[in-house]
């Protein structure tokens, strides 16, 4: 059983087009993130959200968009794609409290052309 | 405002070299470290982490890393690499409700 699930793995896509990146986990934690990696690998926090509840948002470009329909799910929108939006967008999970660490998932590698 | 910052970019090893990666960090609360791997193509697992308790901690895969307080490092080891050791390693810190992550080390093992 995959704890946190990303679809789809692979994208690729003009500029100017909207896509979405899907996240699930089954650890029943109430935190989750979306994160990028850039080409550099460098990762970087976009978003978090606590119990479907917007946490952090990280100066991302107001066309990220993500959404969260339960605590288990935490998907993201991306409007008006363009060529810089290409990277590696990992989502991950948490519980709360101290100590414990994230799990990621697989990671989406976005291309856009 | 916190930050880690990872000393090496790249790092070339042979293998049963040993292995030390820096990492130095900057949060004013309770630290909470982590080192990950990200092997090529694959999202990030965890190697270990610390909380409290004994500053030594012991990984998977035979990696350690060591919290010294004074020093605000947690630098990761091995004391004898392997090929299947090739990978791109991250020190993180959790604050302010977020993960924050190095600017990431690669390792290349020569077999």
């Known amino acids: 059983d995959t704890a946190v699930s990303q679809t789809p793995k692979y994208l690729v896509t003009q500029m100017g087009n909207d896509k979405s990146i899907k996240c699930e986990q089954n650890l029943g934690h109430d935190t989750m993130y979306w994160y990028k990696q850039d080409s550099k690998k460098f990762l970087k926090i976009m978003f978090s959200?606590?119990?479907?509840?917007?946490?952090i948002n990280e100066t991302v470009p107001n066309r990220f968009s993500p959404k969260s329909p339960d605590k288990a799910h935490l998907n993201l929108h991306i409007n008006s794609l363009e060529l810089g939006d290409s990277a590696v967008y990992f989502c991950?999970?948490?519980?709360?409290?101290?100590?414990?660490?994230?799990?990621f998932g697989q990671g989406t590698r976005l291309t856009v052309v | 405002a916190q930050s880690v910052s990872q000393h090496n970019h790249h790092v070339i090893l042979s293998e049963a070299a040993s292995l030390e990666l820096g990492c130095n960090y900057s949060?004013?609360?309770?630290?909470?470290l982590f080192w990950y791997v990200q092997y090529p193509g694959q999202h990030l697992q965890l190697l270990l982490k610390y909380f409290s308790g004994d500053p030594l901690v012991k990984g998977i895969k035979g990696f350690e890393a060591e919290f010294i307080k004074s020093k605000f490092s947690f630098n990761l080891r091995k004391p004898s690499v392997q090929w299947s050791d090739t990978a791109e390693y991250f020190c993180?810190?959790?604050?302010?409700?977020?993960?924050?992550f190095g600017q990431g080390t690669e390792l290349s093992v020569k077999p």
């Open positions: 993180a810190v959790f604050g302010g409700g977020k993960l924050i």
């Open positions: 959200y606590n119990n479907k509840e917007l946490i």
């Open positions: 949060y004013g609360g309770t630290v909470n």
């Open positions: 991950a999970s948490r519980p709360p409290g101290p100590g414990p660490e994230a799990f």
